[in-house]
């Protein structure tokens, strides 16, 4: 089940039709593809790939999102951090959960 996360879209249906039966001809019939076209995805989709994930880094971020971060993680509170750029706590929230979404594999 974890390898079939990893296909696509098409790799998942083509597979699926096969392994019950359908032929080659008849698979690539019903998605408008040819056969040697559905013979190539289905040769494609047993190969291992490498899932190349570029590393985000803190540049990927902007000065407000860093700060934030960093004196959430010196333990500021929303409040305190609001005052300081003249903005809501509930603001500061928000802006703090859009940073950590660009950064999930972070620690902060």
Sequence with gaps: MAEE???RPVERVVRRLV???VGLAEVAWRLRRSPRSVKQILELSTRTRTVAHSPVSLEALRPLE???????????SY???GA?????PAFIRRVE????????????
Excluded: H, N, Y
């Design 5 to 7: 996360q990893t296909l």
């Design 19 to 21: 392994d019950s039966g």
């Design 66 to 76: 860093r700060r934030i971060l960093a004196w959430r993680a010196e333990g500021a």
């Design 79 to 81: 409040a305190e951090i």
């Design 84 to 88: 300081r750029f003249r903005r809501s």
């Design 97 to 108: 959960g859009v940073a950590r979404a660009k950064m999930p594999d972070a620690d902060f």
